[in-house]
């Protein structure tokens, strides 16, 4: 059984108008139904690269969430403030901290009671 259907499209890949014999034609050629292919895939391994990234990236913050008392490298992460800010609001007492050695461990409560009201 034949078809006389004749659809007017505009090709993915190349952007020219073709006349697609089925409803499903995406392309005007195999040429460009290779390279779209192509495309295709590239995109898709992108979008998974990018989310691979993201996760890694919030991974730390992650794992800075779950500590209860921390230094002052993983509290700068917490407030995305820098160690330098933490050290000073720590010599000027608005920030309680404890110092081991050399050390300093600051509690998360804390942390968390600066920014309640």
């Not at 409803?23 to 690269?49: G, I, L, N, P």
């Not at 890694?56 to 700068?76: G, R, W």
Request: glycine share 2%; proline share 2%; charged share 30%.
């Amino acid at each position: 059984m034949s078809s006389n259907i004749r659809v007017n499209r505009v090709c993915q890949y190349c952007r020219r108008d073709f006349v697609a014999k089925k409803t499903t034609s995406q392309t005007c050629s195999d040429h460009c139904a290779k390279m779209f292919y192509k495309v295709r895939q590239r995109a898709a391994k992108m979008e998974q690269s990018d989310s691979e990234t993201l996760a890694i990236k919030a991974k730390p913050i992650e794992e800075v969430k779950i500590k209860e008392f921390l230094n002052i490298a993983d509290a700068s992460k917490l407030l995305g403030v820098s160690r330098w800010t933490l050290q000073r609001l720590i010599k000027r007492r608005a920030l309680p901290a404890i110092k081991f050695g050399n050390h300093t461990i600051i509690s998360r409560q804390r942390i968390n009671d600066m920014f309640t009201l």
